[in-house]
């Protein structure tokens, strides 16, 4: 019943009685039988659970992770369910970065067991391990130039603002100095003027975002051109009057 080596005796004896028994040995060699268990992934809601290779960054947790097994007895399968030792695949975290993964698979005992057995160590079967591979793609972020208002005389801070983000990131984490969003003048909405040429007005899509294409975990997709209202400059007048005694000329203001 069970892989190994037996020693088979035979004995054949004589109904009558005319020889004595015979007795014969052989030996049954019953080999362990080669199992695969095959990890992988398939998404969340997928009744017929159809095995994917890879996810978006950000997306880990509309995964579920499945088991394979080839070349199992029905009875077997039965005993795994209710042995001590259960096999279960090992699943990304939800802010696993960007790259190629393979899907582990570990022994796990459980607390709660009918059998005291552990089936994965049975000399019938010989268990081979094969982790599934899976890739991480990056995820987009979108970045926006904002619209900003500017008193004119003075030089304009621009800023920008993205959407797209995962919650575990800090945007400082995802631009460096070299990969900072650049905003800029459009000059082809401000009649082929820089900044500094000018009027007070409203200049709509008239800044844009520009920059690399890739950063760690993310693609960036630059949208939404912003706009660029300059108020009109303020100065003040400060005047000294001076009292005098009429002399038929303009007083002196200061």
């Not at 995964?63 to 199992?72: F, I």
């Not at 108020?231 to 002399?247: H, N």
């Amino acid at each position: 019943q069970n892989a190994g080596i037996a020693v088979i005796k035979v004995m054949l004896t004589d109904s009558h009685d005319a020889y004595a028994p015979a007795i014969g040995y052989t030996t049954l060699t019953v080999k362990p039988k080669e199992v695969t268990v095959t990890s992988y992934v398939y998404q969340k809601g997928d009744d017929s659970k159809t095995p994917v290779t890879e996810a978006e960054y950000g997306t880990l947790t509309d995964l579920e992770y499945g088991l394979l097994y080839e070349s199992v007895n029905e009875k077997d399968k039965e005993n795994y369910s209710k042995s001590i030792v259960t096999l279960e695949p090992v699943p990304l975290s939800e802010s696993t970065a960007v790259g190629e993964y393979d899907i582990a698979i570990n022994k796990v005992t459980k607390e709660t067991a009918t059998r005291s057995v552990d089936p994965f160590m049975s000399r019938n079967y010989r268990i081979t391990y094969n982790y599934s591979e899976f890739e991480v793609t990056k995820a987009e972020l979108i970045v926006h130039a904002d619209d900003i208002t500017v008193q004119y005389g003075f030089e304009p801070e621009y800023t920008y603002s993205y959407d797209g983000l995962m919650e575990w990131d800090a945007i400082e984490n995802v631009f460096d100095e070299t990969t900072t969003p650049n905003i800029s003048i459009d000059t082809t909405m401000t009649g082929d003027k820089m900044y500094n040429e000018l009027k007070p007005g409203e200049y709509t899509d008239a800044l844009v975002v520009s920059g690399v294409r890739e950063v760690d975990n993310y693609t960036l997709v630059y949208a939404d051109s912003g706009t660029l209202n300059i108020t009109k400059g303020e100065f003040e007048i400060a005047l000294t009057v001076r009292s005098k005694e009429y002399d038929g000329m303009m007083a002196e203001v200061n």
